[in-house]
Structures are given as structure tokens and as C-alpha cells.
């Protein structure tokens, strides 16, 4: 009887230690790839500026991947103290110590005092690889898995290990981070008292957080110190002198915050086909950070009243592609972060960028055979927007009349730019944009039609910034560069001539050529040489203001980041103080040169026809001499030698009617006598002195001095056609345009 009963038993206890067996096996999931590879893998990195400063700290990695140290960076009495408190067998046992656990079982079961447990660090180094359920399940697997650790490793790499990824409160992981956290030092510089402190907070990482409560931890520190005085790793009498020193806990502080900047590094990073890396040095300069922040800040305030909340600023170094600063700030972030709108990078958020894009249309006009000297109409114009009109007018509802490029350009007025796109074409203009690097351009150019112009369409500071750096570059495009260390891949194409750019930097510079809208003396008029432009878009909702000189390209936008309009804060009057502010602090610190201009291009005297009104222009009156360069290719002598330089005396123009639009349906007025209704039919590009036949409905109706006629308004479908005489008898016909008159 006995017998049987004993082999029951013992095959039960057979079949139990096989079913505990293949559990084991089967639970027991070390790796050492684990160990050697886990602690290295960074799924947040560490941003740093150009300086090696941290702008970051994440705590979010499963692993500390940043503030790591090699064991032998770390002196030797922290090594002892963090030895004794947790495993003074560490160098004795081969990964399980069996008398510190009997003992530990000894005391739970006879003693009423809170007892701790007695994993070694070994096991506390498996832990961190491998978090589980506390259950003593859990623990005999550790076990294992700790003994497997020690045959395949060091005690000293088990160790450096364990001192950079032993959890500390606040997600803080290794003595490095925790140095920093409670003492704004690094761990080299910590005296006995702040390493044996740290030596006890890992007993209880979420219990002892000095930073959070007062925890009296004096008692526990001192019996340490009588540890290690007793080993011989710490002189004898050390331990009461500890007692008389106080302990300070330090709030660790960045010397600056660019928190959308960290973001967009970490997405960019993330996206590299090379390796993610754990610390990324980036371009960023602290103190044109630290300044720019403020400059914003304080602007910010000052326009408090104007309803302007947010504002953003990104410096770029041309020459070397380098991003110096990014800022995206908001009225109250710095007190409180949670704000509404204060996490959105407004530097890369799409906005209207108005007049801002002005200078690449011109560019496009100057590659496609305009000059600086060449004559636009500067008279207000309508166009078709369904069955209706749309008038276009300037900012300051002036119209000048003939007006050059350059004052076009400088002036930022509107009609020109109309007449600039209609010669460009607006399909053409939106390539351009895009080989400039506007992505968020992407609808089609039927959809942006001739608002592409004034900036209808939405693009970011950053696509901004990044085309300007194009114009400063000699019409060079490059990608921007965050990455100081990594030769990130570079797509380096030639978007403009050297001719071409260069001429609209010289543009943007003259304080002459924008001196009818802004006056002669602006804000906008920069001491040293720099290419400046503003831009406004509707109803005050999106301020800009973009300059470079010989070595950088800076640009700032303001407004509100749920779109509501400011209070008449247009460009000029907003971020261009921050502009010229920045550009001076520059001025400080680096030498600026002059503005390139290409020595292709041909210097000419011409006749100044800034006046206000077409009349005065067409008289020649007070003409004066002025210095303008022209592109070789671009130009003819008897242009340049002429004082009308206006676009029809090119014969490659083709004529087209202006008004009425293709399909404009108008209203005859029944209450108005039809003698005195009529319509300004127009063509363009417009002509002075030239005759102009016009047909309506198939029949010639007038011959006009100029190309304007007015119509007397009859009901009914009809269709316009101009025919232009030129010298030797030759006839430019436009395209028949139909339109309704109801």
C-alpha cells in the first residue's frame, strides 16, 4: 500500500517538475542581444544645440540612451557606495545571492519591521530588460535569467549597465540623470553626502522624490557611510561629518527652450533611411535662440492691444544651409504651456503668405524677358471670378500708371504684379514654386488662377525661408540642414540664374524703389546692405517680413493661430521692427559684406519715370537719369537708350482683351437714360500712342488713340476683338472675347 502510494507520489512530483521545467524554459526569455543592443536603441533622441548643450532631456525611452557614461568615467567611491547598498556580494555571487535571500526570508517571517527584498543587481539589471508582475513566479524566473546573464558577461559590464539605467523617480534612468535632477550637476562633480543620497533614492524610486516632498533621508545616508567606513571605502569618521553638511536640491534648468524645434528634428530624424541616432547635435545657435524668443516676446506684448497673439521666426545661414534659430511663440506660453495654439509649430503651419512670394513672380518675369527698367500698368483692372468682376486694387488704393519693375517690386503694388503673372503665366509661375520647395502649394493652377499672385495660395515660414535662401544662394535651392554632424543628403538645383537673382536682392534692397508706398524714410531701410520684403494677407490675418544680406536669411510671421484677423497689423508695422532688430544683433557679431550681384549683368543709364500718374510719365516731364542693370539677354539698345521702355514695343507680346473679361454678364439699368450707360473696354499690355481698331460683334466700331475705348452699353451677347497697328503697317489682332449685357 505504501508502496503504490509512494509512486504515485512520485510520479506526480515527476510530472510536476517537468510541467515547472518547460515553464521555466518556456518563460525564461533573455536574449543577449538584449543586453548588448536594447540599452542602445533610442526611440526618442536627445537634441543638442550646435554648442553640445542639451535642448531636450526625454525621459520617454524605455532605455536611458543619452546621459550614459562607460564604467570607467565613473569614479570609483560611487561605484563602491552603489555596490554596498544594493548587492555588497556582487563580485562574490554568480548572479543570485542565496544567503541575502535566507536572510531576507528570515526576517519577513519574524520581524515586523518593513523589510526590502534582496535581488542583486544582477536581477535588477534582468528587471529593467525584462519588466514583469511582481509574483513569485516572476522572481524564480529572474533568477535564472540572472545566472544565464552571468555566464555570458562581465561583473563590470553588468555593473555600467545597471548605474546608467537604474530607474530613479520622474522617469529618470542611471545616476547621470539623476545627478542632474536633483542637483543640476554632473555626477563627477558630486560631493559624498549628494552620491550616497542617490545611492539610497533607488531603494524606492517613486517613495523618495525630493523634488516632490520633504523625505527624511539623513538616517539612512549616515548608515551607509558607516558601511563603507567599515569596508575601508570610506575614511573613518566621514559619516558623522555628513550629518553637519546640509543637502540643496537644485532645479535643473535648459538655457533655452525650442520645443517645436526638438519636434521637428525628431520627425525628421525618424524619417532618415540612416541610423536614428540617440543624441542628435543640431545647428541651433543658444544665444540667436535665446534672442529671438524675446525680441518675439516682447513685440508680442507691445501689439497686445492690435489683437495679435502668436508670432514666429526662423534664421537660416545661406551660405552653409544651417537652421541658427527656430521660434514659434505665443502670448502666455512661457507662464503656461498648455495654452491653446502654444504647441503648433507656426513656422511650419501653412498661412497666406501675401506679398511675400512678389519677388519669385518678378524673377520669373525677368527669366522670361522683362527687365528692371520695364514699364507695367499700374491701373486698376477686373477680371472674371464666375459671371461677375473682381477689381484688384494696391494696399494703399493709388495707382501710379506706367510704373518700372523695379518700383513694382520695391512698392509690393498689386496691379503689376497681375500683369507680371498674366506674362509669366500662372502654370509656369506655380513650377517655379514648386522647384522653390512650396509643397503645400498643391492644388492646380486653374484653382490659385491669378490670386497666385498676391498670395492666395497657403505656404509655411519654413517654404519661405528655404526659397529665399534660394534668391541669397545665387539662385541656387538647397534642402535646410538641422543636423550638424550628419551629412544629410543635400538636393542642390539651380532654380534662377546668378543674373536673376542677384538683380532682385538689388531690388529688394534700394530704399528708392519702394519709396512711394513706404516713404523715403522706413523701417524697412536696414543699415547694412539687406534684401527686404513684407507681406499682408486678407483682413490682417497673416504678417510677414523676410530679409537676407551677404550671409543670412531671416524670416518672421505673425498673427493669431485660430485665424482671426489682428487689428490692422500688416507687415511693415508688425514683424519687420523684430526683422531689423535681429539683423542688427547680427550686425554685432558677424562681418556683412555687400549683397552679390552678378558682374554679368549690364549697367545702363536710364530715364527715372517715377511719377504719380500715367500723364506726367507719357510727357517725359522732370525726367532724371538713374543707374539700372539689365540681363544681356534681356535687353535691346534701342530699349534702353529710349525713355519709354513700356512692354509693347517687344513684338513677341501677345495683345489680349482686358475688359470686358471672357463671359462677363453685366446688368443694363433701366432707371438710367442708355446714352449715359457705357463700358471701358481695355487692352493689355496697354498702348499709348499706338491706334487701336475695335470690334464689336464682328463690326468696327472705333479707332482709339491708346488701348481704351468706351462702349455704349447694348443688350444682348456680344464679342470684342482689337486689332493694334504698328510701324510697317502691322496689325496685332487679340482673341474675340464674348460677354452679356442683361
Known amino acids: 500500500m505504501f508502496k503504490k502510494s509512494f509512486k504515485k507520489i512520485f510520479i506526480r512530483v515527476t510530472?510536476?517538475?517537468?510541467?515547472?521545467?518547460?515553464?521555466?524554459?518556456?518563460?525564461?526569455?533573455?536574449?543577449?542581444?538584449?543586453?548588448?543592443?536594447g540599452s542602445l536603441i533610442a526611440t526618442v533622441p536627445q537634441v543638442l544645440d550646435r554648442e553640445g548643450n542639451p535642448l531636450s532631456n526625454s525621459y520617454l525611452n524605455k532605455f536611458n540612451t543619452s546621459d550614459t557614461l562607460p564604467l570607467y568615467e565613473i569614479p570609483e567611491p560611487i561605484q563602491n557606495a552603489f555596490v554596498v547598498s544594493e548587492d555588497k556580494r556582487f563580485y562574490e555571487h554568480f548572479g543570485i545571492d542565496f544567503l541575502a535571500k535566507a536572510n531576507s526570508i528570515y526576517l519577513t517571517l519574524f520581524s515586523n519591521a518593513e523589510i526590502r527584498g534582496a535581488s542583486t543587481i544582477t536581477e535588477q539589471v534582468v528587471r529593467i530588460l525584462r519588466p514583469r508582475e511582481r509574483t513569485l513566479w516572476s522572481k524564480w524566473i529572474e533568477c535564472v535569467e540572472a545566472i544565464i546573464l552571468e555566464t555570458q558577461v562581465s561583473k563590470s559590464e553588468i555593473l555600467e549597465f545597471y548605474l546608467n539605467q537604474v530607474p530613479f523617480a520622474s522617469n529618470r534612468k542611471g545616476i547621470s540623470q539623476a545627478a542632474r535632477y536633483y542637483f543640476d550637476r554632473a555626477l563627477s562633480t558630486l560631493g559624498t553626502k549628494e552620491y550616497l543620497t542617490l545611492a539610497v533614492l533607488i531603494r524606492a524610486p517613486t517613495k523618495f522624490d525630493l523634488k516632490k516632498q520633504q523625505v527624511n533621508i539623513e538616517e539612512s545616508v549616515v548608515r551607509l557611510a558607516e558601511k563603507l567606513e567599515?569596508?575601508?571605502?570610506?575614511?573613518?569618521?566621514?559619516?558623522?561629518?555628513?550629518?553637519?553638511?546640509?543637502?540643496?536640491?537644485?532645479?535643473?534648468?535648459l538655457n533655452l527652450e525650442a520645443p517645436q524645434f526638438i519636434q521637428y528634428v525628431r520627425d525628421s530624424n525618424s524619417k532618415n533611411s540612416y541610423k536614428v541616432e540617440a543624441k542628435i547635435k543640431t545647428t541651433l545657435n543658444p544665444e540667436l535662440q535665446i534672442l529671438t524668443d524675446d525680441l518675439l516676446v516682447n513685440r508680442l506684448l507691445s501689439l497686445k492691444s492690435k489683437k495679435l497673439s502668436n508670432?514666429?521666426?526662423?534664421?537660416?545661414?545661406?551660405?552653409?544651409?544651417?537652421?541658427?534659430?527656430?521660434?514659434?511663440?505665443?502670448l502666455g506660453c512661457r507662464e503656461n504651456k498648455n495654452l491653446a495654439g502654444c504647441k503648433l509649430d507656426m513656422v511650419v503651419t501653412p498661412r497666406q503668405p501675401g506679398s511675400s512670394l512678389k519677388p519669385f513672380l518678378y524673377a520669373a518675369a525677368l527669366e522670361k524677358g522683362w527687365t528692371a527698367a520695364t514699364l507695367i500698368d499700374d491701373s486698376p483692372i477686373a477680371e472674371t471670378v464666375g459671371t461677375g468682376l473682381h477689381r484688384f486694387n494696391n494696399y494703399s488704393r493709388i495707382h501710379y500708371g506706367k510704373i518700372t519693375l523695379r518700383n513694382a517690386l520695391g512698392n509690393s503694388l498689386n496691379i503689376p504684379a497681375i500683369h507680371a503673372i498674366e506674362f509669366v503665366g500662372t502654370s509656369s509661375y506655380l513650377e517655379k514654386l514648386h522647384s522653390l520647395g512650396f509643397v503645400n502649394l498643391s492644388k492646380s493652377s486653374d484653382f490659385y488662377d491669378h490670386g497666385l499672385a498676391l498670395g492666395s495660395g497657403e505656404v509655411s515660414l519654413f517654404e519661405i525661408v528655404r526659397a529665399y535662401s534660394t534668391l541669397a544662394n545665387k539662385g541656387i535651392y538647397s534642402e535646410l540642414k538641422y543636423d550638424l554632424n550628419t551629412d544629410s543628403p543635400q538636393i542642390n538645383k539651380v532654380v534662377f540664374s546668378p543674373e536673376v537673382s542677384s538683380l532682385i536682392g538689388n531690388i529688394l534692397s534700394d530704399p528708392w524703389a519702394r519709396s512711394l508706398e513706404f516713404g523715403g524714410n522706413n523701417v524697412l531701410n536696414f543699415p547694412q546692405a539687406t534684401a527686404v520684403k513684407t507681406g499682408t494677407s486678407t483682413d490682417y490675418r497673416d504678417s510677414w517680413a523676410i530679409g537676407y544680406n551677404s550671409k543670412f536669411v531671416v524670416g518672421i510671421w505673425m498673427g493669431n493661430v485660430d485665424y482671426s484677423p489682428t487689428d490692422g497689423v500688416t507687415g511693415s508695422t508688425g514683424p519687420a521692427l523684430v526683422l531689423r532688430s535681429i539683423f542688427n544683433s547680427l550686425a554685432f557679431q558677424y562681418n556683412s559684406g555687400p549683397l552679390y550681384l552678378s558682374p554679368k549683368l549690364i549697367k545702363k543709364e536710364i530715364c527715372s519715370l517715377q511719377k504719380h500718374g500715367s500723364e506726367e510719365i507719357?510727357?517725359?516731364?522732370?525726367?532724371?537719369?538713374?543707374?539700372?542693370?539689365?540681363?544681356?539677354?534681356?535687353?535691346?539698345?534701342?530699349?534702353?537708350?529710349?525713355?519709354?521702355?513700356?512692354?509693347?514695343?517687344?513684338?513677341?507680346i501677345k495683345y489680349k482683351i482686358a475688359k470686358p473679361s471672357s463671359n462677363l454678364e453685366m446688368a443694363f439699368n433701366p432707371r438710367v437714360p442708355a446714352e449715359k450707360q457705357a463700358f471701358e473696354m481695355k487692352i493689355f499690355p496697354e498702348v499709348i500712342s499706338r491706334e487701336v481698331e475695335w470690334y464689336v460683334d464682328g463690326s468696327l466700331v472705333n479707332k482709339s488713340q491708346g488701348?481704351?475705348?468706351?462702349?455704349?452699353?447694348?443688350?444682348?451677347?456680344?464679342?470684342?476683338?482689337?486689332?493694334?497697328?504698328?510701324?510697317?503697317?502691322?496689325?496685332?489682332?487679340?482673341?474675340?472675347?464674348?460677354?452679356?449685357?442683361?
Open 15 to 37: 510530472i510536476l517538475f517537468f510541467i515547472f521545467l518547460v515553464k521555466t524554459i518556456y518563460d525564461v526569455q533573455f536574449s543577449i542581444e538584449d543586453f548588448r543592443q
Open 230 to 253: 567599515t569596508l575601508g571605502f570610506l575614511e573613518k569618521g566621514k559619516s558623522l561629518d555628513l550629518i553637519k553638511i546640509p543637502l540643496t536640491i537644485a532645479s535643473p534648468s
Open 311 to 330: 508670432a514666429a521666426a526662423l534664421i537660416v545661414d545661406h551660405s552653409s544651409h544651417e537652421i541658427l534659430a527656430w521660434s514659434s511663440i505665443g
Open 618 to 652: 507719357n510727357k517725359q516731364v522732370d525726367c532724371e537719369l538713374k543707374t539700372e542693370y539689365f540681363i544681356e539677354s534681356n535687353i535691346l539698345d534701342s530699349q534702353i537708350n529710349s525713355s519709354d521702355l513700356a512692354i509693347e514695343e517687344q513684338e513677341q
Open 707 to 742: 488701348g481704351t475705348y468706351i462702349w455704349p452699353v447694348v443688350r444682348g451677347r456680344h464679342s470684342v476683338q482689337a486689332g493694334i497697328l504698328a510701324e510697317g503697317g502691322k496689325v496685332f489682332k487679340t482673341e474675340a472675347v464674348e460677354f452679356i449685357v442683361k
